[in-house]
């Protein structure tokens, strides 16, 4: 009975080191955000898929891209900061503040991303989930609730249509 | 079909496999080096590595 229940259950997270990545991330944003405790956080990220053909071998390859997803209802702003799948370090912020933002919108094909244009030249596809178990190649970080909290800023704050 | 031409088959697959995980990665590193001669390193990758003594800080 225990065994099947708990194999119907499902993975469990392990809610100590989902804290302390949690506490993690907490310190690499405020370490490169100078007012980062004005700010709530999710972890995110982008994929970057191209398609290679190398003679015989052709396939497509995925490159993932961790994110420290920072947002204040407030300033409208959503800073991102990218970061490792074991949080040793992180590269600079970038600012996406909405008054400055070409569009935002929340995609559902191909995949569920946010997606932001900062200008006509580019723009950031912003996958996020309740928790992803793979630690390779994610941060592993259980956010059900702060993800409720974004989507909720992103579609009724942020997003331009 | 006799168990040695099965074994041969899964064999020449196996092979075949092999090579072409080899050739992706001769050749997928042969175009990154190109890439990088030509583009050079981005120097926008400034990183941060995580301070120890913050993160303590915020632990206790």
Request: negative net charge.
């Amino acid at each position: 009975m225990g065994f099947f229940s708990k194999l119907f259950k499902g993975p469990e997270i392990d809610m100590e080191k989902s804290n302390l990545n949690a506490k993690k991330m907490r310190t690499l944003f405020n370490q490169v955000v100078p007012d980062g405790d004005e700010y709530k956080l999710i972890f995110g990220y982008t994929e970057d898929v191209s398609r290679f053909n190398f003679g015989f071998v052709h396939g497509s390859k995925t490159k993932i891209g961790n994110l420290i997803v920072g947002w204040n209802e407030e300033k409208e702003t959503i800073i991102v900061v990218p970061t490792v799948p074991d949080l040793s370090g992180c590269g600079d912020a970038t600012y996406y503040r909405r008054n400055e933002i070409l569009k935002a919108y929340r995609n559902k094909y191909p995949t569920d991303a946010f997606i932001i244009y900062p200008d006509k030249k580019g723009y950031i596809g912003i996958n996020a989930y309740d928790w992803l178990e793979d630690e390779k190649l994610y941060v592993y970080v259980s956010q059900e609730k702060e993800l409720a909290e974004f989507t909720d800023f992103f579609m009724n704050r942020y997003a331009t249509k | 079909m006799p168990f040695g031409e099965i074994f041969g088959a899964v064999i020449f697959l196996i092979v075949i496999v092999i090579f072409g995980n080899i050739w992706y990665s001769i050749v997928d590193s042969i175009l990154e080096k190109i890439k990088y001669k030509l583009f050079g390193k981005n120097e926008n990758t400034a990183w941060h590595t995580l301070d120890e003594e913050k993160f303590e800080k915020k632990d206790n």
